[in-house]
């Protein structure tokens, strides 16, 4: 093996690393701004709002995200009418096609943790809210939400390392994300396993990174805790 | 009735494709899981290295990634180990092969955390009693040790086995058979795509359930031993 491609096409790979990162924080922002409001659906005490959002979440965390890409880039085109509405100038173009089809996947299992957040809760916390008087609205907003947060933190750091490697799927559409790119680069040098290998260790930095960041947040929003495992760092 | 232009037959072939390399993929998987466990738990240090290495790098690189340099890779890995044999003819991975090893190795570094965890649980004691009533290591691991792990397990493989249903989708991508290049096949020919994709995502969505059914009845079967309080 020679690695010295590698060296010559690195910066076309950083490049691609900050297509498939865009991609990422992107959905993950939408779809976290989608998942709350589905959450809640899901827990609703009304039989028929649960089910929507039940169905909704089965669907995209039941069928592989390459289908639902697929979907989204090929399926649209397949309408005259979406052809000719107004939002062709976006559908049309892969990278934004990416973003819906990983938006839809993530918000549905973000939705999933935030649920499971919200009912870990220990019940008495939501009747002692109730006993001060609180609002259904300030509950959520001043003991439910903040606690939830800190609970979900684990969970959503993975969910941000699966969406990283689901945006590799993004290459498939013709996107020139990390993956995409490699595979353009190959296609040029054929040194599969040199670009490859070298992709998927910039994968590993960003995964490692990722987790890296996540355990910081969750030293501090669990900081009140007191955890004995949780060092307290000095403060000088 | 939806009409799919003839194309019905060559999806439920591509179903079956699917589920073959899925329950394949399982097969390796689960014997990759079990030896990674182990390693992780052995004293041998340079065994726990190897299993950590593994299942870092395979859980933080996309299944997408791994496919792909199976499938390209192990060609010429292949070929040049063969060629210290002084074979030099061309050797050719094929898709289902690459996908196997490639789903396999994806499946094996999850499930060893998965067995990890179980045969932690096991506790002590019991390792402690079926020494005591004079069985070998080997007799203790497949009378004690491995129907309980069985029992621990079963939940996170199970979850294991869907996100690995998901992910055979991705060998289309290298040319097999599957589902998902069956669908691709119809809609070259037929430009209906968004129904051939979403026919194809209700297939998978129909093994998802049926594999959903068949996990909670194994589940009931590995739990048949505890008295429910």
Request: charge should be positive.
């Amino acid at each position: 093996m020679d690695f010295s491609v590698v060296v010559e096409y690195f910066p076309r790979l950083l490049e691609g690393a900050w297509v498939s990162l865009q991609l990422v924080l992107i959905s993950i922002i939408l779809g976290g701004i989608f998942a709350l409001p589905i959450a809640l659906a899901r827990i609703s005490p009304v039989g028929w709002i649960r089910a929507i959002p039940f169905a909704y979440i089965f669907f995209f965390r039941g069928t592989p995200l390459l289908v639902q890409i697929f979907l989204v880039y090929y399926g649209a085109s397949q309408f005259d009418a979406v052809r000719e509405s107004i939002l062709w100038p976006i559908l049309k173009e892969p990278f934004w096609c990416a973003i819906i089809a990983f938006t839809l996947n993530t918000s549905a299992y973000t939705a999933e943790i935030f649920r499971g957040a919200i009912q870990a809760i220990p019940h008495g916390e939501v009747e002692a809210c109730k006993v001060i008087g609180m609002t259904k609205t300030q509950m959520y907003r001043r003991v439910l939400l903040p606690r939830a947060f800190g609970i979900v933190l684990p969970a959503y750091g993975n969910e941000i390392i699966l969406m990283l490697k689901g945006s590799a799927l993004a290459s498939t559409i013709t996107i020139l994300d990390l993956t995409g790119m490699a595979r353009t680069i190959i296609a040029r040098t054929y040194t599969p396993m040199e670009i490859f290998i070298a992709a998927g260790a910039i994968y590993l930095v960003i995964s490692i990174v990722i987790i890296a960041i996540f355990r910081q947040i969750e030293l501090r929003q669990n900081r009140y805790l007191g955890t004995l495992s949780i060092k307290v760092p000095d403060k000088g | 009735m939806i009409d799919l232009h003839g194309f019905g037959d060559q999806l439920l072939q591509g179903a079956v494709v699917t589920l073959e390399l899925a329950l394949c993929s399982l097969f390796v998987g689960l014997i990759l899981g079990l030896l990674g466990a182990s390693a992780k738990l052995s004293s041998v240090r340079v065994l726990r290295w190897i299993a950590n290495g593994y299942t870092t790098i395979i859980r933080g690189i996309p299944e997408l990634l791994t496919v792909l340099i199976i499938y390209f890779g192990a060609t010429s890995v292949l070929m040049a180990i063969a060629g210290l044999f002084g074979y030099d003819e061309y050797i050719e991975v094929g898709a289902f092969a690459a996908g196997v090893t490639a789903l396999g190795l994806t499946f094996g570094a999850y499930a060893t955390e998965v067995f990890r965890g179980a045969l932690q649980s096991i506790p002590k004691g019991q390792h402690e009693a079926a020494t005591a009533l004079g069985m070998g290591p080997i007799r203790k691991l497949y009378r004690i040790i491995l129907p309980q792990v069985w029992r621990i397990a079963l939940p996170g493989l199970g979850n294991l086995f869907l996100v690995l249903l998901k992910d055979t989708a991705l060998v289309s991508v290298v040319g097999l058979d599957d589902i998902m290049r069956k669908a691709n096949i119809a809609v070259s020919s037929t430009k209906e795509a968004f129904l051939f994709y979403l026919v194809a995502a209700f297939m998978y969505l129909a093994l998802t359930i049926i594999s959903m059914v068949f996990v909670s009845f194994m589940e009931k079967r590995a739990n048949r031993g505890l008295t429910r309080g």
